[in-house]
């Protein structure tokens, strides 16, 4: 994992970083000590002949990155959706990157096809075109069934993807490694961490049954969903390095000028991405993210078609509610409950002022709520509201901040749509509607009803348990230890209590 050939591609990295440019604004994006920038710059200006060129038509960061190939590329991807590590501008520039990279040969992806499914590609598929899309990761060939005659987007990846990026991502690792040892003060953003949880990422997008499992829950979330549809997941055509769609007809979402030629109502179209990506936040807990104009399009009946689930967000129920009172608060400029909802969360510590917290919400939002509708800007206030929480002591939370990623680019989807929109006009009804069914009366029944079922699931034990926790109450025992023993006997009687509140509510209602 730390052999000689780890250290010979950070020396290709860094002359790859020099040349092009990237040092300079990778190490201030990190807020990298002069002694690192100046060590880095020693290092690398005599090996930079070493490094890749790249397209001087992109911006540095990405230029290098593109430049050292798939892994890189997946890397500023993933970090892309971290502005809390690597800044809003560098993060905005990595946002940029294409996933237009050489395709390999249809032959080769035919016979990956045969190797996976069992069957050769061409008993499978009546048709098998040329690849019309190719990522770091894999490409897409748009194919026919053969037994069915129904067209499909099959997802093949690259030759040796996993060996070549296991080998990139040891050198990352020992990157990580070293800028912890050569400086300190890089610990607070964990860069070991960054390249654990990008680890994390890439494993799972090189296993495409676990996007394929994402594609399935993502359509049966979304299946109610009018205007908006996630192409059929094919399992029996489906593996670990092969993943096969319904095949996904449309226009571009990216281009404005065909969505109008095709009689589409853009207005209408931007209200309903916006409003999509709520309702499956806050409703499903699960949503794409990675939400973007190229994953995107719109069919021939004005639907929405989206794809391409490699990068999910998940958030808890809890958290759901809390984010829902945080934008609801804004919304109705209640900034006092806002400030008591972070405190409930346990977002802010406890020993801050929540009067002075919610004077600060308070600079927040009203300066939001002045401008016109072109302004107005969820994501803007997002990106306030954390640079307030981190001021008064809040932690780091990575599923707010996927969320937060999110925002920002459906934003800007619904905004090249329509610049009109009025962001907050859309949300209210999603978030009030989500508020009542969620948080209040309906929501205390339906969260009973399901602590006695959890309770009811122990119900044969616990007299046994109650027994035996009494009879070790009745034996000698230090203080200490007999208030520690009573504890199990106080929770039984709180979930026997509970558990009949909870029938006699499902009763009821």
Known sequence: MRGPHNIWRLIQTLATLERTGANRVVLEAFAAPASVRALARVLGWPLKWLGEKGDPALPPATRALTALGPAYIKF???????????????????????????????????????????????????????????????????????RTGEQVAVKVLRPNVERNFRKDIDAFYLAASVIEMLSP?????????????????????????????????????????????????????????????????????????????????????????????????????????????????????????????????????????????????????????????????GYVPPDQDIDDFARALRSVGEPIFGMDATQISMAKLLAYLFEVTERFGMQTRTELILLQRTMVVVEGVARSLNPSINIWEVAHPIVEGYIKENIGPKALIRDLRRTARVLSRFGPKLPEMAEAALIRQSQPLPEPERTSVLKPVLWMGLGAALTGAGVGLALLF
């Open 76 to 146: 500023g991807q993933i970090l892309s959706t971290r502005p809390d590590v690597v800044g809003d501008e560098l993060a905005v520039q990595l946002r940029v990157l294409q996933d237009k990279l050489p395709p390999f040969p249809v032959e080769v992806a035919k016979k990956t096809v045969a190797q996976e499914l069992g069957h050769p590609a061409d008993e499978l598929f009546s048709e098998f075109s040329e690849p019309i899309a190719a990522a770091s990761i894999a490409q897409v060939h748009k194919a026919r069934i053969a």
């Open 185 to 345: 003060s890089s610990r607070r953003l964990r860069p070991t961490d960054v390249i654990a949880h990008f680890d994390g990422v890439v494993t799972g997008e090189l296993d495409l049954r676990m996007e394929t499992s994402s594609a399935a829950e993502f359509a049966s979330n979304t299946e109610g969903d009018a205007g908006f549809v996630v192409p059929r997941v094919i399992w029996p055509l489906s593996g670990r390095r092969v993943m096969t769609l319904g095949w996904a007809e449309g226009v571009p979402m990216g281009d404005n000028a065909a969505i109008d030629a095709a009689g589409h109502n853009r207005r209408v179209l931007g209200e309903r991405v916006l409003a999509m990506f709520l309702q499956h936040a806050l409703r499903d807990g699960f949503f794409h993210a990675d939400m973007h104009q190229g994953n995107m399009k719109v069919a021939a009946n004005g639907d929405i078609l989206c794809f391409d689930f490699g990068i999910m967000g998940r958030i808890d129920e809890y958290t759901r509610r809390v984010y829902a009172e945080i934008l609801f608060g804004f919304i109705r400029k209640d900034y006092r409950r806002v400030a008591e909802v972070h405190f409930e969360a």
